[in-house]
T-cell receptor
Framework: EPEVTQTPSHQVTQMGQEVILRCVPISNHLYFYWYRQILGQKVEFLVSFYNNEISEKSEIFDDQFSVERPDGSNFTLKIRSTKLEDSAMYFC?????????????FGQGTRLTVV | GDSVTQMEGPVTLSEEAFLTINCTYTATGYPSLFWYVQYPGEGLQLLLKATKADDKGSNKGFEATYRKETTSFHLEKGSVQVSDSAVYFCALRGDNAGNMLTFGGGTRLMVKP
């Protein structure tokens, strides 16, 4: 069964450093997403991406964050200067279409720890 | 804006017990509703969904009915198994919110033999 894969599974970084979280969406999917879950809190939407541009973003997704599809398979989330409060589980997801009832497929997540 | 509220966990049950995890939502229009499950060490997996009022989603013995009058989408299972131990997330996608999912806080279920 096709799946979304994320690397690394766990990343530890020092405050102020840049990190790049990587995702490989399902190959025929066209819409890509990042969500995050701070420990003990809700899963929160960060950004959606379609046709090589951001289609929607939340207020969490400020100038410290950026997304990119550098090639035909990878989808990345970059945090330019990490803060302690960026520590969270980051989930990548993809959908085949943009309709409201389409199933979103999620990766296993990357646990980011900022120290 | 849209929001989802779930009962807090953990919920601890014995095997073969009846499960209910409550979920209520706030949204305008006619959202689609989902239950996702996260098994230990794995990602979020879609468990079931319902896209309009009175629809019942079902999968693996789990059921949830889209109740617009009570804005609820409670998850039920008649007889839980140890293998059902996981975290369950209720979520919605608004009918004018693109593809963004709004999640509840998650409910951890622990089933003891």
């Amino acid at each position: 069964e096709p799946e979304v894969t994320q690397t690394p599974s766990h990343q530890v970084t020092q405050m102020g450093q840049e990190v790049i979280l990587r995702c490989v969406p399902i190959s025929n999917h066209l819409y890509f997403y990042w969500y995050r879950q701070i420990l003990g809190q809700k899963v929160e939407f960060l950004v959606s991406f379609y046709n090589n541009e951001i289609s929607e973003k939340s207020e969490i997704f400020d100038d410290q964050f950026s997304v990119e599809r550098p090639d035909g398979s990878n989808f990345t989330l970059k945090i330019r200067s990490t803060k302690l409060e960026d520590s969270a589980m980051y989930f990548c997801a993809s959908t085949e279409t943009g309709t409201g009832n389409t199933e979103a497929f999620f990766g296993q997540g990357t646990r980011l720890t900022v120290v | 804006g849209d929001s989802v509220t779930q009962m807090e966990g953990p919920v601890t049950l014995s095997e073969e017990a009846f499960l209910t995890i409550n979920c209520t939502y706030t949204a305008t229009g006619y959202p689609s509703l989902f239950w996702y499950v996260q098994y230990p060490g794995e990602g979020l997996q879609l468990l079931l969904k319902a896209t309009k009022a009175d629809d019942k989603g079902s999968n693996k013995g789990f059921e949830a009915t889209y109740r617009k009058e009570t804005t609820s989408f409670h998850l039920e299972k008649g007889s839980v198994q140890v293998s059902d131990s996981a975290v369950y997330f209720c979520a919605l996608r608004g009918d004018n919110a693109g593809n963004m999912l709004t999640f509840g806080g998650g409910t951890r279920l622990m089933v003891k033999p």
